[in-house]
């Protein structure tokens, strides 16, 4: 369903001379996958990477510097007309206070997607019934998003991304800002609704945790690189690459009593 082939992306670095050559990083190098209908894809490794500018060029808000993206075998290319890609593919931002427009009311936030992809039927229906299903009142249509606590600020990003009916979730670090109480309630939504609507699901995180409980598939990066990617469980048990192994070494774990 979604597909991506050789990706690549660079970006220059500050000069460090006048005269010297400016250096280059490599975020992704030749990084392909392929998403099925319903299947569930963690994309892991430390801070650095790469996840979230694969993420970006998964959802077209970069231009790749080699390969092609494709959704249901249609290219999928930065300054086009995306609208038919936004309502298949959507984002639950890391921050959603950030990603949240601060002057506007919640069910204004949630409606906007729908007004822009021109999602068809009553809008304001659609917005009491999205914050039900995230386990939000009615009554938070009304509210601004400084009233809410940092899981109710998420749980809105997410009503916001379900709001097109997309077929694929692409997730950014979502449960990272989160305490450890709010995390889980927020990660049982997600998993809930993933199971209940039947969504396909990118997700980068760097808790091996949450890609082992929410993901069917892991894919491994280092310095842009994918070195290892597989059923989460096989990875997961017998890691083949060191950095993947150096990962699940360095996952705290608490004492045997």
Not at 186 to 203: E, F, I, K, P, S
């Amino acid at each position: 369903m979604l597909t991506a082939s050789g990706l690549s992306r660079s970006f220059r670095l500050p000069r460090r001379s006048v005269f010297g050559p400016a250096a280059v990083r490599h975020a992704v190098r030749d990084v392909s996958l392929a998403l099925a209908p319903g299947e569930r894809l963690g994309v892991v490794g430390e801070s650095g990477s790469g996840k979230s500018t694969l993420l970006r060029l998964l959802l077209a808000l970069d231009r790749p510097d080699a390969g092609e993206v494709e959704f249901r075998g249609r290219p999928v290319r930065p300054g086009g007309d995306l609208g038919w890609f936004r309502r298949e593919v959507q984002m639950v931002p890391q921050d959603p206070y950030g990603s949240l427009n601060p002057r506007m009311r919640v069910g204004d936030s949630v409606r906007e997607p729908l007004e822009c992809l021109k999602v068809p039927g009553d809008h304001t229906a659609k917005v009491a019934e999205l914050l039900a299903s995230v386990g939000l009142d009615a009554d938070a249509a009304s509210r601004y998003p400084h009233q809410f606590s940092g899981g109710q600020r998420q749980r809105i990003a997410i009503a916001r991304a379900l709001g097109p009916e997309p077929a694929v979730l692409l997730a950014d670090e979502p449960f990272s800002a989160l305490d450890v109480v709010v995390r889980a309630q927020v990660l049982a939504l997600v998993q809930d609704l993933v199971d209940r609507l039947g969504l396909a699901l990118v997700l980068v995180s760097h808790d091996i945790g949450v890609v082992q409980q929410l993901c069917d598939r892991v894919l491994v990066l280092k310095d842009g690189v994918a070195v290892e990617a597989g059923a989460t469980a096989d990875v997961l048990r017998a890691p083949e690459h060191p950095y993947t192994r150096a990962l699940l070494a360095a996952v705290p774990r608490l004492p045997e009593v």
